[in-house]
C-alpha cells in the first residue's frame, strides 16, 4: 500500500490549493513532501478574513481566526512583537535591540540591523548614545514592499526613546546600516500614532491628527525656513562631504495643510540669503534697488574662505560674489535694511 507522502506532487498542490488556510499550515506540518507542496505559490484560498493575534509569552502567540472560530499556535522569533504595514508582516525584537520582520505564516523573515548602526551623514547620531529615557526603540515600522523574495525594499522606522520621538529612519535591502533622516526635512517632529506605505509611499498620522509623508530625503547640510513671494520655503545648505564647503542648495515648498514638500527648481524674480539662523528673500520689482544681486540666486558667507559665494538656481553652480575678506563671522546674521 503506499504511503500518503507518495502522493504526486500534483495532486498534493491541487489538494493544499483547496484548503483554509488553517488546514493550510496543518497540511504542510505533516511531513516534507507535503511542505514542499504547501508554498504561498500553492495558496489559492477564496476566505482569506484577518486573524487576531494573541501574544502569550516565551517567543510563542496564538492566532485566532475570525472566520472558523479557531486558535493557531505559531512560535515567534522574538520575545517581543509588534504589527507593521503592509500587514501580513510583524515586528520581532530580542531585548529591546535585535529586530527581525517576520511572516508567522511563510516563515520568510529579514533581519534588520542594529539601530546603532547608523549612516555616518545621519543627523540623528544620539541614537548611538544611552540616555535618561534607556536605549532607543523601533516605535512604528513600514515595509514598502510584501513581496520578499522580490529582494528590493525599503524599511522605514520611527525612533523613540522612552516617551519622546528621535526622528525617523530607513534601511534598504542590501545595506547593512539605516540612514536616519533629519526632522527638519519634514518640519514636523511630533508623536505618530500610525505608519503605513501607501501608494508608493510612506504616510503617518500624528497626535495632532496631521497626515503626512515621511520620505528617504537625507541632506549632510543645514536648512532655513524663509518665507519667498507668498510661499513657505525650506531651503538646504548642502555640505561637501571632504571639505564641508557648500556645494549646492536645494529649495522645497511646503503646504502646511497636506504636511508635504516639493522641490523648487526656480526662485523667479526672487533671491535667498542665508547665513547662521537667519533667512531673507527680496523680490525684484520696480519698487526695489538691488544692486549687484540677481535674481534666481542663493547668496550666503563661506566659512572656509570668509568670503561671500552665491549659488545658481540656474545652472547649479556655487560662484564667489565678493572677494572682500572676513564676511564670514560667527553670529553673524542677515537684516532688513528697512524702517
Same mark, same amino acid.
Given at each position: @500500500?503506499? /504511503?500518503?507522502?507518495?502522493?504526486?506532487?500534483?495532486?498534493?498542490?491541487?489538494?493544499?490549493?483547496?484548503?483554509?488556510?488553517?488546514?493550510?499550515?496543518?497540511?504542510?506540518?505533516?511531513?516534507?513532501?507535503?511542505?514542499?507542496?504547501?508554498?504561498? &505559490?500553492?495558496?489559492?484560498?477564496?476566505?482569506?478574513?484577518?486573524?487576531?493575534? #494573541?501574544?502569550?509569552?516565551?517567543?510563542?502567540?496564538?492566532?485566532?481566526? !475570525?472566520?472558523?472560530?479557531?486558535?493557531?499556535?505559531?512560535?515567534?522569533?522574538?520575545? *517581543?512583537?509588534?504589527?507593521?504595514?503592509?500587514?501580513?508582516?510583524?515586528?520581532?525584537?530580542?531585548?529591546?535591540?535585535?529586530?527581525?520582520?517576520?511572516?508567522?505564516?511563510?516563515?520568510?523573515?529579514?533581519?534588520?540591523?542594529?539601530?546603532?548602526?547608523?549612516?555616518?551623514?545621519?543627523?540623528?547620531?544620539?541614537?548611538? @548614545?544611552?540616555?535618561?529615557?534607556?536605549?532607543?526603540?523601533?516605535?512604528?515600522?513600514?515595509?514598502?514592499?510584501?513581496?520578499?523574495?522580490?529582494?528590493?525594499?525599503?524599511?522605514?522606522?520611527?525612533?523613540?526613546?522612552?516617551?519622546?520621538?528621535?526622528?525617523?529612519?530607513?534601511?534598504?535591502?542590501?545595506?547593512?546600516?539605516?540612514?536616519?533622516?533629519?526632522?527638519? !526635512?519634514?518640519?514636523?517632529?511630533?508623536?505618530?500614532?500610525?505608519?503605513?506605505?501607501?501608494?508608493?509611499?510612506?504616510?503617518?498620522?500624528?497626535?495632532?491628527?496631521?497626515? @503626512? !509623508?515621511?520620505? &528617504? *530625503?537625507?541632506?549632510?547640510? $543645514?536648512?532655513?525656513?524663509?518665507?519667498? /513671494?507668498?510661499?513657505?520655503?525650506?531651503?538646504?545648505? #548642502?555640505?561637501?562631504?571632504?571639505?564641508?564647503?557648500?556645494?549646492?542648495?536645494?529649495?522645497? &515648498?511646503?503646504?502646511?495643510?497636506?504636511? !508635504?514638500?516639493?522641490?523648487?527648481?526656480?526662485?523667479?524674480?526672487?533671491?535667498?540669503?542665508?547665513?547662521?539662523?537667519?533667512?531673507? /528673500?527680496?523680490?525684484?520689482?520696480?519698487?526695489?534697488?538691488?544692486?549687484?544681486?540677481?535674481?534666481?540666486?542663493?547668496?550666503?558667507?563661506?566659512?572656509?574662505?570668509?568670503? @561671500?559665494? $552665491? $549659488? /545658481?538656481?540656474?545652472?547649479?553652480?556655487?560662484?564667489? $560674489?565678493?572677494?572682500?575678506?572676513?564676511?564670514?563671522?560667527?553670529?553673524?546674521?542677515?537684516?532688513?535694511?528697512?524702517?
Amino acid at each position: @500500500m503506499a /504511503s500518503w507522502e507518495d502522493l504526486p506532487q500534483e495532486i498534493l498542490e491541487l489538494i493544499a490549493g483547496r484548503l483554509t488556510i488553517e488546514d493550510f499550515l496543518a497540511f504542510g506540518a505533516v511531513c516534507t513532501s507535503w511542505r514542499s507542496a504547501a508554498t504561498k &505559490e500553492t495558496y489559492n484560498a477564496k476566505s482569506k478574513a484577518p486573524w487576531l493575534m #494573541i501574544p502569550v509569552g516565551n517567543g510563542a502567540a496564538e492566532f485566532f481566526s !475570525t472566520s472558523r472560530g479557531r486558535i493557531q499556535p505559531v512560535k515567534l522569533p522574538g520575545c *517581543r512583537v509588534q504589527p507593521l504595514s503592509p500587514p501580513r508582516w510583524i515586528l520581532a525584537s530580542r531585548w529591546g535591540y535585535k529586530y527581525r520582520i517576520f511572516n508567522p505564516l511563510s516563515r520568510v523573515g529579514i533581519e534588520l540591523p542594529s539601530l546603532a548602526k547608523l549612516h555616518h551623514k545621519s543627523r540623528l547620531r544620539l541614537l548611538k @548614545m544611552r540616555g535618561p529615557g534607556g536605549a532607543p526603540r523601533i516605535h512604528r515600522i513600514a515595509l514598502s514592499s510584501g513581496n520578499s523574495s522580490s529582494g528590493d525594499y525599503t524599511v522605514m522606522v520611527t525612533i523613540r526613546r522612552d516617551l519622546r520621538l528621535l526622528g525617523y529612519a530607513f534601511h534598504r535591502s542590501g545595506e547593512d546600516a539605516w540612514t536616519g533622516v533629519s526632522p527638519a !526635512t519634514n518640519l514636523r517632529l511630533s508623536n505618530f500614532l500610525q505608519l503605513i506605505h501607501y501608494d508608493g509611499r510612506f504616510v503617518a498620522l500624528d497626535t495632532h491628527n496631521r497626515v @503626512m !509623508t515621511l520620505d &528617504e *530625503r537625507t541632506f549632510a547640510g $543645514y536648512p532655513y525656513l524663509v518665507e519667498c /513671494s507668498g510661499a513657505l520655503l525650506v531651503a538646504w545648505k #548642502i555640505w561637501n562631504q571632504e571639505d564641508g564647503t557648500v556645494e549646492q542648495v536645494r529649495v522645497f &515648498e511646503v503646504d502646511l495643510e497636506k504636511g !508635504t514638500q516639493e522641490e523648487v527648481e526656480s526662485l523667479g524674480n526672487a533671491a535667498l540669503f542665508l547665513n547662521g539662523n537667519s533667512a531673507i /528673500s527680496v523680490e525684484f520689482d520696480a519698487k526695489n534697488c538691488l544692486p549687484g544681486i540677481k535674481p534666481n540666486r542663493i547668496y550666503f558667507p563661506e566659512k572656509k574662505d570668509e568670503k @561671500m559665494h $552665491y $549659488y /545658481s538656481m540656474e545652472d547649479g553652480e556655487v560662484e564667489t $560674489y565678493s572677494d572682500a575678506p572676513s564676511v564670514y563671522v560667527h553670529g553673524a546674521t542677515w537684516i532688513q535694511p528697512d524702517f
